[in-house]
T-cell receptor
Framework: GENVEQHPSTLSVQEGDSAVIKCTYSDSASNYFPWYKQELGKRPQLIIDIRSNVGEKKDQRIAVTLNKTAKHFSLHITETQPEDSAVYFCAASITPGGGNKLTFGTGTQLKVEL | NAGVTQTPKFQVLKTGQSMTLQCAQDMNHNSMYWYRQDPGMGLRLIYYSASEGTTDKGEVPNGYNVSRLNKREFSLRLESAAPSQTSVYFC??????????FGEGSWLTVV
């Protein structure tokens, strides 16, 4: 089955700096890669996703890049703010929905310091 | 729309007791999932249901059973709870072009 590895497990940045979280996956059939943000005691919430026919996607301060050949994808957060502090999870699936399993990475605790 | 609703939010069980976690979604999604979340281990899939009437094992199914009661509801049952099942449980659903919402979570402690 699919295996998703995520690094780093913790990341501390100064407010205004950029943060980068990296994930690798094992199943070359995977073609859907969402990212989730989870605040303490809350549910994971989808923040951005990318499909394998796209190399990069941006949404304001958040961007995701995908390298299918190398089987890795990354989350980039620019101009970080204290409210970006949370745990971030990457995930991979063969297709979104349709009963296909979504496999998660182990998470990155991001701390944005003032 | 309430999205994905799961109950109970908190539960303490004694070893060997049984209980059922309930999950319902009002988005007319075909697929539903149960995950458990443990510190440092991310979210691991317990069982999923691709559509009404079907269920399949995920990564960590041992000690659990599920029922897809209808399109809206997907329950998770612990027949004989063990301390290793102390965790936070999340139900989720999907049915469109993206993986959809998670429920708010159920905090389960087995003593």
């Amino acid at each position: 089955g699919e295996n998703v590895e995520q690094h780093p497990s913790t990341l501390s940045v100064q407010e205004g700096d950029s943060a980068v979280i990296k994930c690798t996956y094992s199943d070359s059939a995977s073609n859907y890669f969402p990212w989730y943000k989870q605040e303490l005691g809350k549910r994971p919430q989808l923040i951005i996703d990318i499909r394998s026919n796209v190399g990069e996607k941006k949404d304001q301060r958040i961007a995701v890049t995908l390298n299918k050949t190398a089987k890795h994808f990354s989350l980039h957060i620019t101009e970080t703010q204290p409210e970006d502090s949370a745990v971030y999870f990457c995930a991979a699936s063969i297709t979104p929905g349709g009963g296909n399993k979504l496999t998660f990475g182990t998470g990155t605790q991001l701390k944005v310091e003032l | 729309n309430a999205g994905v609703t799961q109950t109970p939010k908190f539960q303490v069980l004694k070893t060997g007791q049984s209980m059922t976690l309930q999950c319902a979604q009002d988005m007319n999604h075909n697929s539903m999932y149960w995950y458990r979340q443990d510190p440092g281990m991310g979210l691991r899939l317990i069982y999923y249901s691709a559509s009404e009437g079907t269920t399949d094992k995920g990564e960590v199914p041992n000690g659990y059973n599920v029922s897809r009661l209808n399109k809206r509801e997907f329950s998770l049952r612990l027949e004989s709870a063990a301390p290793s099942q102390t965790s936070v449980y999340f139900c989720a659903s999907s049915g469109g072009p993206t993986f959809a919402d998670f429920g708010e979570g159920s905090w389960l402690t087995v003593v």
